[in-house]
């Protein structure tokens, strides 16, 4: 069991909800679901952030995604001011299982603070999915 | 020993108190202070529900739910629209997402879950099965929906029974897949569902049916149920959330651009007429529900019902409806005398091409 068939992409940042973080060059960071997040949720049906300003807080709910008849919240991974989100997703949330790195980004955040402690480089972040896979025996 | 779980029967409700009951044992499992709970729930007066990111004005016939006096509320869980009579019991539990032996992908703890309900349900003698990804149906015929919600470090998942169902005022109260104006595809719809009291020779109490379910739970799970009532910090913050679940800020909410169009397609091939009704979400290329009737010949019968729920909320694209509906009769076995595959993808794909074309049904242009 490993974590190859779901693409992990080195230089970003990962959290334990699956959520990616890449930090641009301004101090935006953008946000969205891992590979591996989405197939583990499925297709995605709808998608609501809540409120279209405010600030989004580490380990907290942003909004809710909907796939299947599962609601799961969006969790953030960092700790920031909401500065965008992805229009794109209103009317096709399921860009984030089509390209969950590149056009299916769901959030971009500044961030306030330090990094939270837990967040994961792409090597580390390998290993946790695969041990999740294998903990629970999952394809 | 075995892990107790609190046996939670909260009786009849509104629906505004029941969902605000969902959200308040969610929260309360998640920060700990609630046990785990397998509850009950029934809806006093009878009511419709939407699924949490569902549009009331799209999902409910609401003038027909004000002259009957049906509530109309959201849920916090995800799925489609529900009319729930007098008769029909809920059940739900709710746990740890990590660490109760619970599988974290859905998929496989739907399963799981529904698993336990099915359990029950043989206790009465009824031979139902889980039928992915949500639905536990009889041959075929659906008895229960289900759906979930994760939140924080818990879940909640749950789902209804038919036992007695008033199919009549559902077709009346919901915007379904079939139209309104032909009684051939109502009478039809009919044949998808199925409550306990068409399986069983006689009429069980509420009581009994709770009771081989709670034990259907209690087996699947392996853990132990114990009855108890609301905590007192559960029945504080249920009367505070009360007013928010019975407000037109919930209930309505902000669910802009969704559609759910019905689009109906007469196919005839040689096999014969294959007759597709499909609720769409056009913006988002959606299948929301499909219902397929005609005068075909396809055993068994249910292979039917199958399809449609493989369709369910699946993509409108012609190319990846092809794709579903080929490998859905890859894994199905099935008999049919000069239809193939191609021709239900067919079907169902110009169907989903009516939206394109903007052709609503007639049906439609009254509601």
């Known amino acids: ?139 | 020993m075995k892990k107790r779980w609190r046996l939670l029967d909260t009786g009849h409700l509104t629906a505004a108190e029941n969902m605000a009951l969902d959200r308040v044992l969610l929260e309360c499992k998640s920060e700990g202070l609630s046990p785990d709970t397998l509850r009950f729930l029934q809806f006093r007066p009878h009511s419709v529900l939407v699924g949490r990111h569902q549009s009331v004005a799209l999902e409910v016939e609401e003038d027909y739910c004000r002259r009957r006096g049906i509530d109309i509320c959201r849920r916090i869980t995800g799925g489609g629209n529900l009319y729930w009579d007098e008769s029909q019991i809920g059940w739900e539990i709710f746990t740890d997402r990590r660490g109760g032996g619970m599988p974290s992908r859905p998929e496989e703890l739907y399963e799981k879950i529904c698993q336990c309900c099915v359990a029950g349900l043989a206790r009465l003698g009824v031979e139902a099965r889980y039928r992915p990804k949500n639905d536990i149906e009889v041959a075929g015929r659906k008895i229960s929906g289900t759906g979930g919600k994760a939140y924080g470090g818990a879940f909640l998942y749950q789902g209804s029974l038919l036992t007695d169902f008033d199919v009549d005022t559902m077709v009346k109260a919901l915007r379904l897949p079939v139209s309104k104006l032909d009684d051939k595809a109502v009478s039809s719809f009919r044949r998808r569902v199925v409550s306990l009291k068409e399986l069983l020779p006689e009429t069980l109490p509420a009581a009994e049916i709770k009771a081989a379910l709670t034990a259907g739970f209690a087996e699947s799970l392996g853990v132990a149920f114990e009855p108890g009532g609301l905590l007192p910090e559960e029945e504080r913050r249920f009367r505070a959330l009360l007013p928010h679940f019975r407000s037109r800020r919930w209930i309505y909410g902000r669910h802009d651009g969704q559609r759910n169009d019905l689009f109906v397609h007469d196919h005839k091939c040689r096999g014969g007429l294959i007759r597709v009704s499909l609720r769409l979400d056009g913006p988002r290329e959606l299948i929301k529900s499909a219902c397929i009737t005609g005068d075909f010949f396809l055993e068994p019968e249910r292979a039917v019902l199958d399809l449609e729920a493989a369709l369910k909320n699946t993509s409108s694209r012609p190319e990846r409806i092809r794709g579903n509906i080929l490998a859905f009769f890859k894994r199905a076995s099935f008999d049919a005398p000069y239809l193939t595959p191609e021709d239900f993808a067919a079907a169902v794909i110009a169907a989903a091409k009516r939206q394109k074309e903007g052709e609503h049904h007639a049906d439609e242009r009254e509601v």
């Open chain 1, 1 to 139: 069991m490993n974590a190859r068939p779901y693409e992990i992409i080195e230089g970003l940042l990962y959290s334990e909800d699956h959520f990616w973080i890449k930090e641009e060059e301004n101090g935006v960071c953008v946000v969205g679901l891992t590979d591996y997040g989405q197939h583990c949720v499925g297709d995605i049906l709808y998608l609501e952030i809540d409120g279209e300003a405010g600030d989004v807080a580490a380990g907290r709910s942003f909004g809710s995604l909907e796939a299947g008849k599962w609601v799961g919240g969006l969790i953030s991974p960092l700790n920031g001011v909401l500065r965008e989100v992805n229009a794109a997703l209103s009317d096709r949330p399921g860009i984030i299982n089509e390209d969950p790195y590149g056009a299916g980004w769901i959030i971009k955040a500044e961030r306030t603070g330090d990094f939270p402690a837990g967040l994961m480089d792409g090597a580390a972040y390998g290993d946790f999915v695969e041990e999740e896979i294998e903990s629970e025996g999952a394809e």
